[in-house]
């Protein structure tokens, strides 16, 4: 048991544990994304470049754009999406409070139909926070 | 092996098997939501006390406001939403005709896309039902 | 313009703008009923039946059936859903106080963007009270 | 009073009176997409041409792709976007019975909500035909 | 004739037509608020109260709040609540860029199903500005 | 070790493995499904006789209901009535580039929230095919 602990330590278990929902949403989102551009077809490939086109640096900064994101994807209760926008606020330097004032936009707007699409993005902000301490 | 059945049901193996869509709602539910308030954001500790005072006995009773706040769960298809309302209806006695007309009126306002929440709901509901036989 | 305001009153001038929004939703949905139901679709007939159904005497008396049609219109922000239930509240005796109660179960689970839903449907209340005084 | 009938007549009072809807939504769209596209916001217009992308001829025909987007647009309850694909279906050939069918999936997936839709959907489909009579 | 646009001219007939969806959008919001608050229901006064906190000065500035509220409203696709976020973006200087990027990334999120709100959006835009013209 | 991949290939692993996705949805839809229509509640069963109505060939084909179904639960984001249609496409013969083009549609209307329902639904239909291999 000694051992196993051991052995965890050694791979970096805590840093695993803690990425766990990040880990995973990336991996999957990865491997199918792929997989979705692979068909070659040209409807789907457009709408993922004019994706990334809408959040580049404009009128806006790309942290506000990002925050948009992240609300629209809050009301429309798409966890995915929230997550994806949760990890790109993060490194952005979106704090603490700024992330609660965009969920707490997305509650007052979506109603209380949001309020577990926001439990289940505090546990992955939490998570994002974790991973790099 | 024949031991490890008998810890079961000494440890009350039935009950655990039947309530764990319960439980792992219900405190994933209660920590997430300690989370979040604990973050002292202003505008979500006033949604969820809104939230506590709507369902409060008024001009209707609290059984009414229950089936409103499922039935609304249910046409925006929330499922933890519905899990929440589940366990109040079936605390404040809601038998199984009524969860099934609540459930039935559901269907035919959101259509086909609300069966595999209704699926879901009844199997939350039996477990409800199981728990405190 | 005494004798215009004379006029006014001898053709019914206040009960006809009182009831303005209810001819005008009442009349287009029965003459585009009958045109819906006039093509002989088998699915869309039963539909109609199956709506008809759901809403009558059963566990659940046909008052809460209706209040409980009126909060999903509500949350699915459906106008014309919200016009045919509210009609239907009316004529079941819903009184002030608990259609207050189903818009405010609405706006708690729906968010803000039911309010505007909230002024029509609260236009269309007062309307149908001020037909019948 | 004779004169203005007969002016009337003369401009094609009935046609124009039939086709009003169809008048109306389709000024009103080319007027604001215009001035939407003059805006030169790049994904705005990247939007506009994958949407034309998607309709064309590929492995399904013009046609199914357009009963697809018409299906969409009423499960989504988007009133301009259930107009411009009826347009485009009768422009196709699509006839009265496959519209039905298209509207009977519609009103089963999305639900009764969807009926009110469905009303303004046969009223502008009928100005449709009416209007090459 | 010449009298009635010299007229026209005197009662300021531009600044009336410019701001027509402006003037029925607010004067209608107001009076059917006051009626909403005047049933004195707690919990939708709350709501009205915890809206108007959610939007205040904190770790966001105003401004972002008010292009957040807007971007959820567009893909939820609340014309009403579009026309009230637009209206506050104006007043705090909002510039067209930065408005044509908030629609970006709500027709991105949300789909084509927003194109017919954008369409409205921009016309009830270029009012805010023609109004203060 | 040798022997417990023996054993794998003996119980048909990489079936049994392929076809996860499917066994359990299959498996759950089935088996609630059952007791949904057990509890006797006669507007939920109309609505699943309704259901399988809407999708008997017609004027239409049954094929392209499938695909119109498959596409308002795209829209809709109900991962469980995705892969529903999803299986009843391949059964009906639908082709890959087909099923691209129902997704691209689907994309297009509903916008990028359609995407992590888009990547769930390509592994569900790649499943579908190596199922028979």
């Not at 994304?33 to 009128?59: F, M």
Request: hydrophobic share 40%.
């Amino acid at each position: 048991m000694q051992y196993f602990l051991a052995m965890l330590q050694l791979t970096g278990f805590k840093s695993f544990y803690m990425g766990k929902l990040i880990d995973e949403f990336n991996s999957y989102r990865e491997k199918m994304n792929e997989k979705i551009l692979a068909t070659d077809n040209k409807v789907i490939k457009r709408i993922y470049s004019v994706d990334t086109l809408a959040y580049q640096e404009g009128a806006l900064p790309v942290k506000t754009k990002e925050m948009l994101g992240l609300v629209s994807s809050m009301v429309l209760r798409c966890d995915d999406c929230i997550k994806y926008h949760l990890g790109k606020c993060y490194d952005l330097g979106v704090n603490d409070k700024e992330i609660m004032e965009v969920f707490s936009i997305a509650n007052v707007v979506g109603g209380t139909i949001v309020i577990p699409h926001t439990r289940r993005a505090l546990e992955y902000w939490e998570e994002l926070k974790s991973e790099t301490l």
